[in-house]
């Protein structure tokens, strides 16, 4: 018989959420039940509570950076056991069958199922996300945790780090690259200090002199402040990489020439037209690229996972109680938080 579990739930793009109970899915063979400990806030929850991107589907339960303990596990499942402790990430199901998939490139599957906001592919039914206290999630998207991660603080490495990460390794990044991060956010801090574990040389550019201490705190070796043009022009041809986390329209042509010849600017955090328009001109007689990355892989992200168990790398959060997340939204859009939010679950009551 399905479960029912208590969330808190979006039920229009203007009501505050609240608690709400439903049903998850009775087990299948290849199934972990998670009890949810942890879940970190994503800006996207905001996008998607609000429908800035059209095709929101109420009543949501939002959350993809979940951290938890698994409760039970279906007869196929041979990877998890009661007891451990796992991480379920921006996706929960894929078609097995495609050229991504078996790459071990899920998020490029044209038939990927969103953690929360989405439909399950077998059986039709809405799929809701981490601000729950049980999840049922397919064996193949659940990973494992290293214990000697803070819970709390690893939650967003399932989006925050794995979107930095990925471009990271797609591009490989390792000692002697020369990477830059835009921008000082979830995303953004995660990259500096993943990039710097890797073994780079890493750059902040930032609008914002007041965010060097902080910078060179995560990781950063220098800050370029991208509204003086004497720094911009002194970092000219200077970056392997440079990792784009602005969440908004914003111009990326100032940083095309401080890319290295055949220089990427990835960007993470931004979906839409870019404005201005990008002037091909650095890219075509310089050999430049502007390209895009979306989260990460299962497999990729067990590396990530791994790696950070082993340097000891985690977000840094402030720790919130669920009833606080409508404060939290209106605090992220003022870029409020240093600098992801995690929801204790244990704060979730009717």
């Known amino acids: 018989m399905p479960t029912s579990v208590l969330g808190y739930a979006a039920h229009s793009t203007t009501a505050p959420l609240a608690p709400w109970r439903f049903d998850r899915r009775d087990p299948r063979p290849d199934d972990v039940v998670i009890d949810i400990l942890y879940c970190g806030v994503c800006h996207s929850d905001l996008h998607n509570v609000r429908n800035d991107w059209g095709n929101a589907s109420f009543p949501m339960v939002p959350g993809h950076e979940i951290i938890g ?34 790459a071990g490139e899920e998020q490029y599957c044209s038939h990927f199922v969103l953690t929360y906001n989405d439909t399950d592919r077998r059986d ?17 998207f659940v990973l494992k945790v290293p214990e000697t991660l803070d819970p709390a603080a ?79 022009a002194a970092a000219a041809e200077r970056f392997d990489l440079i990792i784009d986390t602005v969440p908004y329209v914003h111009d990326v042509n100032p940083y095309v020439p401080t890319l290295k010849v055949d220089g990427t600017l990835v960007l993470v955090g931004y979906l839409g037209p870019l404005e201005p328009t990008l002037n091909t001109a650095q890219l075509v007689v310089r050999r430049k690229s502007v390209a895009g990355s979306l989260i990460g892989g299962i497999r990729e992200t067990q590396e990530m996972l791994d790696f950070c168990g082993a340097h000891g790398i985690t977000s840094d959060v402030e720790v919130i109680a669920i009833k606080d997340i409508d404060a939290a939204y209106e605090r992220l859009l003022k870029s409020d938080v240093k600098y992801r939010f995690v929801i204790d679950m244990a704060t979730l009551t009717a």
């Not at 698994?70 to 050229?99: H, I, M, N, Q, Y």
């Not at 039709?124 to 193949?140: C, M, N």
């Not at 921008?183 to 550019?205: D, I, N, P, S, Y």
């Not at 930032?206 to 402040?225: C, M, N, Q």
């Open 69 to 102: 303990t698994v409760t039970a596990v279906g007869g196929a499942v041979t990877r998890f056991r009661v007891g451990d402790r796992v991480g379920v990430g921006c996706l929960v199901d894929s078609c097995f069958a495609c050229e991504p998939c078996e």
């Open 124 to 140: 039709g039914l809405p799929t809701y996300g981490g601000y729950s206290d049980k999840i049922v999630v397919t064996e193949r």
């Open 154 to 232: 690893a939650a967003p490495l399932l989006c925050a780090g794995i979107t930095t990460w990925s471009p990271l390794k797609h591009w490989k990044v390792g000692p002697g690259s020369k990477v830059a991060v835009v921008g000082l956010g979830g995303l953004g801090h995660m990259g500096l200090k993943l990039a710097k574990a890797l073994g780079a040389e890493v750059t902040l550019f930032s609008r914002s002199p007041g965010k060097e201490a902080d910078a060179r705190r995560l990781g950063a070796d220098a800050i370029v402040i991208s509204t003086d043009a004497a720094q911009m």
